[in-house]
């Protein structure tokens, strides 16, 4: 960015109050930003109490060799055995787990104490292999309960896990299981993927020829594809080694500073950089945020995080944050599409699920596939909706409270990354007062600011980039095998704070509105202006259901403003339409953000976690060969939107 903060252009009024019931019984009340504010450490320590140490820490954060940060340094504990066994011991054994559907729709519950001897027999079963305390394991898996179990028998042995997401090529696996320099990958003969069984272990295969050296891989039956080709002494069936394996397990208490595992993040540049997160500030901030901003009641919940496991929203949001609490959760292994668009809904409705944590690209999907489609099936148990992975527009998060919320239920906005570990700024369904689209406010505990290039905090109204300013429990220790790294990436843009890599402004009340990150921000006619604010405007407008905007260069105005845009169900392409459109936005944000072009598209690239490409789009309109690809989750996509390019540019 240019020293010139970001434009503020957009204007949102709307404001919905907490649910008074709700408030009214809320775990966490407006006390815990007073209580936090007076004394953070205290504050977390406290909340580090919620965990069952086999040692309780009595430091809490160790930051004498910034930015290596240590939190509960001298505590011990396991982390499976609080996300299980502590759950059976209090006498919650009967209790759902987890509430398996697959795509096919066969479906299985599993109960905490059903979980607690699989997640033994697992731990037995990976130190038959030879797995200790130290070690890394690769875990390439379909959503399925396996998964989730491979990840607690790790951590109850002290291994530290590296899930690579299953959609990822044999290429990206290799490259994973070297730097991780992993001695076991737990994988699946296949799992189901849009109403057909898609095979998974053919790439553990390749990419182990590509010279990923392993010494076993472990193989869960989920497909039954007879095909499966074998390495006799490498290869051994979890069926065969796990279900013989005892059921007793003593988990062994680690340091709250052991790894617990490694996440990749592929950023636009350089090789991917290995996540490290450890044990016990980790398991603390993923409960704590858990029980705060979904406002998690155990005994009568049914949550339901729709992220697959292999991006950290599962780890954190699926795994280790509700186990710790002792939720009752729903996984399901598919499409949203499969067999048909309302299969979300009709699984809210079969589970009475209660709370649900999806993304803005399928808010903005579900838009696109039209209000009938929630409107048959009964969503009345929801009571708190979440959303994370992109800025949601506000306009989709208005759609999601009234379509699927029935107009009743809180959204919360949680901004944070693979990085931070854990929720960093979001608002508390029982206490704020939400605005759509913004994430309002850094959680109790948490600090978090806007800056200008200067590293100065700009005033309320400003914009410029988002920092953390002091450490926080689940932050990445560093990147694994790369301090360097590290410090050069997050800790060097400005002293002593950490860089997340994201614009965003504050509003007149402090409250923070993201922006995207901060490579795609447009400078046009020296103006910086945010791609999300724009594309917030186009989808604010009832034709469109989706926008990505970006900025190509332009003689005259440095950037020009480019829209790709996919129509709502009912909106019909047309010149008209898209002059509508450049007013729209004109009217909404003002002239300076009028697109200079807006193509109508079918699809937008799209990585595999669903965060859309601009950098893709940018090459397509400044007209130059494809950058890199391999990250997107369907390529075709691009052919078809670069066929459209030929198309006139619609001028003023
Ligand atoms: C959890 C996750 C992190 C990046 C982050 C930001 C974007 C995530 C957001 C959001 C605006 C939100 N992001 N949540 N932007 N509002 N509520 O997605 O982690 O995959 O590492 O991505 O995602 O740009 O920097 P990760």
């Known amino acids: 960015m240019s020293n010139e903060s970001l434009a503020n252009l957009l204007k949102e009024e709307r404001r919905f109050a907490p649910p008074a019931d709700l408030a009214a019984h809320a775990n966490v009340t407006a006390e815990a930003y007073e209580r936090a504010k007076a004394d953070r450490l205290g504050f977390w320590a406290e909340q580090a109490r919620r965990l069952t140490w086999a040692t309780e820490p009595t430091e809490t954060l160790d930051w004498s060799n910034p930015p290596f940060a240590k939190w509960f340094a001298d505590g011990k504990l396991n982390v499976a055995y609080n996300c299980v066994d502590r759950h059976v011991e209090a006498g919650h054994g009967d209790r759902v787990a987890i509430h398996f559907e697959g795509e096919p729709g066969d479906s299985r519950a599993i109960t905490y104490a059903e979980l607690k001897d699989e997640v033994s027999k697992a731990a037995n079963a990976l130190t ?27 951590a109850r042995i002290g291994a530290a896990h590296s899930v690579v997401f299953g959609g990822f090529s044999a290429d990206a696996l290799a490259t994973r299981i070297q730097d991780a320099d992993a001695k076991v990958v737990i994988t699946s003969d296949g799992g189901y993927r849009r109403g057909k069984p898609s095979a998974l272990k053919p790439a553990v295969d390749d990419a182990i020829a590509k010279g990923a ?18 390495t006799e002494g490498r290869d051994v069936w979890w069926h065969e080694l796990v279900d013989g394996q005892s059921a007793e397990h003593t988990p062994e208490a680690f340091d709250a500073e052991h790894p617990l595992f490694i996440l990749y993040t592929s950023g636009t540049t350089g090789k991917p950089k290995g996540i490290l997160h450890t044990s016990g500030g980790y398991l603390t901030q993923a409960a704590y945020t ?8 155990p005994e009568t ?10 991006w950290v929203t599962g ?35 079969k589970y009475g699920v209660t709370i649900l944590y999806t ?49 009743r239920t809180p959204v919360v906005d949680t901004w944070w990354q693979t990085e931070t570990g854990a929720m960093m700024i979001s608002p508390l369904p029982g206490v704020t007062e939400a605005k759509p689209g913004s994430a309002q406010r850094p959680l109790p505990g948490i600090s978090a600011t806007v800056v200008d290039d200067e590293a100065n905090e700009v005033p309320n109204g400003g914009g410029g980039y988002l920092v953390l300013t002091e450490p926080w429990p689940s932050m990445l220790r560093t990147i694994w095998g790369d301090d360097q790294r590290f410090i050069d990436t997050y800790w060097s843009r400005f002293e002593g704070k950490y860089f997340a890599g994201d614009g965003a402004k504050k509003d007149e009340d402090g409250d923070i509105w993201l922006l995207g990150r901060v490579d795609d921000v447009m400078l046009v006619s020296g103006h910086n202006i945010s791609t999300t604010e724009v594309e917030s405007a186009l989808v604010s407008h009832p034709s469109v259901a989706e926008a990505a905007v970006v900025g190509a260069a332009d003689e005259t105005t440095g950037q020009a403003i480019v829209a790709f845009v996919i129509l709502r169900g009912s909106a019909a392409e047309s010149e008209d339409l898209v002059g509508e459109l450049r007013n729209h936005v004109g009217a909404t944000l003002g002239p300076i953000a009028k697109p200079k072009r807006i193509l109508p598209v079918a699809e937008l690239p799209k990585t595999r976690s669903g965060k859309i490409m601009r950098r893709l789009l940018r090459d397509v309109a400044e007209n130059r060969q494809l950058g890199d690809v391999t990250t997107l989750t369907d390529s075709s996509v691009m052919d078809l939107i670069q066929s459209k390019l030929p198309a006139a540019p619609s001028e003023d």
């Not at 186990?323 to 409705?349: K, S």
């Not at 838009?367 to 992109?390: C, H, N, Q, T, Y």
């Open 128 to 154: 038959e292999l030879g797995v200790q305390k130290g070690d890394r394991v690769a875990i390439y898996m379909p959503m399925i309960p396996e998964t989730a179990v491979a990840m607690l028998a790790c």
């Open 213 to 230: 050296g392993v010494e076993h891989v472990l193989v869960v039956r989920r497909t039954g594809q007879e095909d499966i080709s074998w």
């Open 290 to 297: 858990h029980h705060a901003v979904f406002d998690l009641k």
């Open 301 to 310: 919940d049914v949550y339901w995080c729709t992220a697959d496991v292999g």
């Open 315 to 349: 780890h954190s949001y699926i795994v280790y944050g509700p186990l710790a609490n002792g939720a009752t959760q729903v996984m399901y292994e598919g499409t949203p599409d499969t067999p048909h668009q309302g299969r979300f809904w009709e699984i809210v409705q």
């Open 359 to 407: 993304a803005p690209t399928a808010i903005r999907t579900f838009m696109k596939w039209g209000d009938d489609i929630p409107a048959k099936f009964d969503l009345s148990s929801l009571r708190v909706l979440g959303s994370v992975g992109e800025p949601i527009n506000p306009e989709a998060w208005v759609w999601y409270r009234k379509n699927i919320g029935g107009d």
